[in-house]
């Protein structure tokens, strides 16, 4: 039972442009949403995220929209670069305490230079 | 401070043999949970522990086990190993059971042969 799903495993843009990766959920408990970005032989590293009552969060190049009527959610790099390139995992908790995240599979981000 | 290390970073067991993995949580962390990361697939959660307390379980089998020690380092017990738990073990820490700030160690790569 997969409940955070991204269904592009890799995803190659050119320096410049706009990177966007997708995540979508099955579990509406879920309240708290956040992205990690993982290099080769490193652990994941967190980037951004967002609460269920907002639709939007932005932190720089980062921004994190949130569609909670479909259950969706989608990071955008603007503009992207060569040392974006990496793994992005989407996360979801639930509750006050948070105590566990639930991960989707990752997209493989390449930005081409 | 400190970030959150693990030891050993590679490890090569025989089915059926019992493996402890460490972990040592970033200063003033009180929280410490672990993760399994299978190739191509995001993290699962195993467990988590607070002030030495487990504090919430995946869906892991009793042979999957934990401490935590008063300093807060950590350690995760894997008995009558399976290739399937060929995998990366990753180790994060946080400053109390909830949401924010979780910092993940690079992790340990165990092959089960």
């Known amino acids: 039972d997969q409940q955070v799903k991204q269904n592009s495993p890799s995803l190659s843009v050119q320096e410049g442009r706009i990177s966007i990766l997708n995540c979508d959920y099955t579990?509406?408990?879920?309240?708290?949403f956040l992205w990690y970005k993982k290099y080769p032989a490193e652990g994941p590293t967190f980037l951004i995220s967002i609460s269920s009552i907002k639709d939007k969060n932005e932190d720089g190049r980062f921004t994190v929209f949130l569609n909670k009527s479909a259950k969706h959610l989608s990071l955008h790099i603007v503009p992207s670069q060569p040392g974006d390139s990496a793994v992005y995992f989407c996360a979801a908790t639930q509750g006050a305490s948070g105590s566990r995240l639930t991960f989707g599979e990752g997209t493989q981000l390449t930005v081409n230079p | 401070e400190t970030g959150v290390t693990q030891s050993p970073t590679h490890l090569i067991k025989t089915r059926g043999q019992q493996v402890t993995l460490r972990c040592s949580s970033q200063s003033g962390h009180n929280t410490v949970s672990w993760y399994q990361q299978a190739l191509g697939q995001g993290p699962q959660f195993i467990f988590q522990?607070?002030?030495?307390?487990?504090?919430g379980r995946g869906n892991f089998p009793p042979r999957f086990s934990g401490l935590q020690f008063p300093n807060y380092s950590s350690e995760l017990n894997v008995n009558a190993l399976e290739l399937d738990d060929s995998a990366l073990y990753l180790c994060a820490s946080s400053p109390d059971t909830g949401r924010y700030g979780y910092t993940f160690g690079s992790g340990t790569r165990l092959t089960v042969v």
């Open positions: 522990y607070y002030r030495e307390e487990e504090n």
């Open positions: 579990n509406s408990m879920f309240d708290y």
